[in-house]
């Protein structure tokens, strides 16, 4: 079985200051973990994804994650946080050689304050 | 670009109402997806398609049914619509493969209130 936890509902952070949105994840063997953001009233738009290799993954509009496989964990970083970052965000995870099937994570609203 | 469209942004439906959501995606993907969104919930999978014809379950099946005549196309089936499938639908596509990691792509959803 496949799972996803993010602990924070909601993340306020002032524009500018660095942010963090959490998710720890459980899978039975290796996992891919996604990164996805939706604006209102719009569907999931993909961020970034870690697949093997480095810890580090950037990916679209300055987001970063950090896989680290001994605390079960992939957050998501952006260094300054922009007004227009304000969304939900979504994690997902699914097993390496499972078939296609993502499990998310229930969100998490980050709000930007100017 | 990947596109994945959906038949209807918003829909009203009454109660018993037989209710279809059509998906179309235009990047020959094999895999195809119907989740349901819901505040506090985030997405549960409704049905998932690895294949023409073919379908799997996914975590809240009941009450839904789907169906996958070509690969651009996946639609999905309110048999009897009930209030407490009022929610926000989203279709998503990928490619397939075993251990390797794609993306989903998702289309615009379709908000569809049951009254």
């Known amino acids: 079985a496949q799972s996803v936890a993010q602990p924070e509902d909601q993340v306020n952070v002032a524009e500018g200051n660095p942010l963090t949105v959490k998710c720890t994840y459980s899978?039975?063997?290796?996992?891919?973990l996604f990164w996805y953001v939706q604006y209102p009233n719009r569907g999931l738009q993909f961020l970034l994804k870690?697949?093997?290799?480095?810890?580090l993954v950037k990916g679209s509009y300055g987001f970063e994650a950090e896989f680290n496989k001994s605390q079960t964990s992939f957050h998501l970083k952006k260094p300054s946080a922009l007004v227009s970052d304000s969304a939900l965000y979504f994690c997902a995870v699914r097993d390496t050689f499972g078939n296609e099937k993502l499990t998310f994570g229930t969100g998490t609203r980050l709000t930007i304050i100017p | 670009d990947v596109k994945v469209t959906q038949s209807s942004r918003y829909l009203v439906k009454r109660t018993g109402e037989k209710v279809f959501l059509e998906c179309v995606q235009d990047m020959d993907h094999e895999n195809m997806f119907w989740y349901r969104q819901d505040p506090g919930l985030g997405l549960r999978l409704i049905y998932f398609?690895?294949?023409?014809?073919?379908?799997e379950k996914g975590d809240i099946p009941e009450g839904y049914s789907v169906s996958r005549e070509k690969k651009e196309r996946f639609s999905l089936i309110l048999e009897s619509a009930s209030t407490n499938q009022t929610s926000m639908y989203l279709c998503a596509s990928t490619s397939g493969g075993t251990g390797v990691g794609y993306e989903q792509y998702f289309g615009p959803g379709t908000r569809l209130t049951v009254t």
């Open positions: 398609s690895y294949d023409v014809k073919m379908k």
């Open positions: 899978v039975s063997g290796n996992p891919y």
């Open positions: 870690y697949i093997t290799g480095d810890n």
